[in-house]
T-cell receptor, first 116, second 111 residues
Framework: EAGVVQSPRYKIIEKKQPVAFWCNPISGHNTLYWYRQNLGQGPELLIRYENEEAVDDSQLPKDRFSAERLKGVDSTLKIQPAELGDSAVYLCASSAGSSPVVYGYTFGSGTRLTVV | SQQGEEDPQALSIQEGENATMNCSYK?????LQWYRQNSGRGLVHLIL?????REKHSGRLRVTLDTSKKSSSLLITASRAADTASYFCAFIYNQGGKLIFGQGTELSVKP
């Protein structure tokens, strides 16, 4: 099993530029999560998908962030335009169901974004 | 912030010693989980303890949960250099299904 695959692993961009991250969850996992992890902090949820529907995007800064999960499989997270404060690791996770009580989360290795 | 609090923020021990990390949260939870993160990597699920459980073991890991104090601890016994990583608690509040992480404890085990 390949696990949750994220790309790119690293990205350095200038502020005001757009950037996109890609995530391919474990096959058959219908729930997908995007987390942001600032240096020295725990991850914070940005958005949760159940299949292709975003069921919790309350923490997503919608003025500059957008996400999509077409066909309910892989997902893309976009920032446009990027700001210096967006520098962080962006983690994708997936689970077989939406209840963390029953279904464990599997995390990808993350994309480390540096905005200069 | 809903984030949990962990202490210590950093812990340095010698191989063979035990390591204890603590986590506190704010309101009633459904369950509490511990994750490990090696530098530059994603998080790996270690163990889950439900709100009606008080203690759970998995190999060299021992987790306790005290719901009256709203706190949990993770004990790693007979630590190894390979245990060097950041450890995060994560929990789900009863009123929402979102997994919320603590700020992490950075463990360094010296050979």
């Amino acid at each position: 099993e390949a696990g949750v695959v994220q790309s790119p692993r690293y990205k350095i961009i200038e502020k005001k530029q757009p950037v996109a991250f890609w995530c391919n969850p474990i096959s058959g996992h219908n729930t997908l999560y995007w987390y942001r992890q600032n240096l020295g902090q725990g991850p914070e949820l940005l958005i949760r998908y159940e299949n292709e529907e975003a069921v919790d995007d309350s923490q997503l800064p919608k003025d500059r962030f957008s996400a999509e999960r077409l066909k309910g499989v892989d997902s893309t997270l976009k920032i446009q335009p990027a700001e210096l404060g967006d520098s962080a690791v962006y983690l994708c996770a997936s689970s077989a169901g939406s209840s963390p009580v029953v279904y464990g989360y599997t995390f990808g290795s993350g994309t480390r974004l540096t905005v200069v | 912030s809903q984030q949990g609090e962990e202490d210590p923020q950093a812990l340095s021990i010698q191989e063979g010693e035990n390591a204890t990390m603590n986590c506190s949260y704010k309101t009633s939870i459904n369950n509490l989980q511990w994750y490990r993160q090696n530098s530059g990597r994603g998080l790996v699920h270690l163990i889950l303890i439900r709100s009606n459980e008080r203690e759970k073991h998995s190999g060299r890991l021992r987790v306790t949960l005290d719901t009256s104090k709203k706190s949990s601890s993770l004990l790693i016994t007979a630590s190894r250099a390979a245990d060097t990583a950041s450890y995060f608690c994560a929990f789900i509040y009863n009123q929402g299904g979102k997994l919320i992480f603590g700020q992490g404890t950075e463990l360094s085990v010296k050979p």
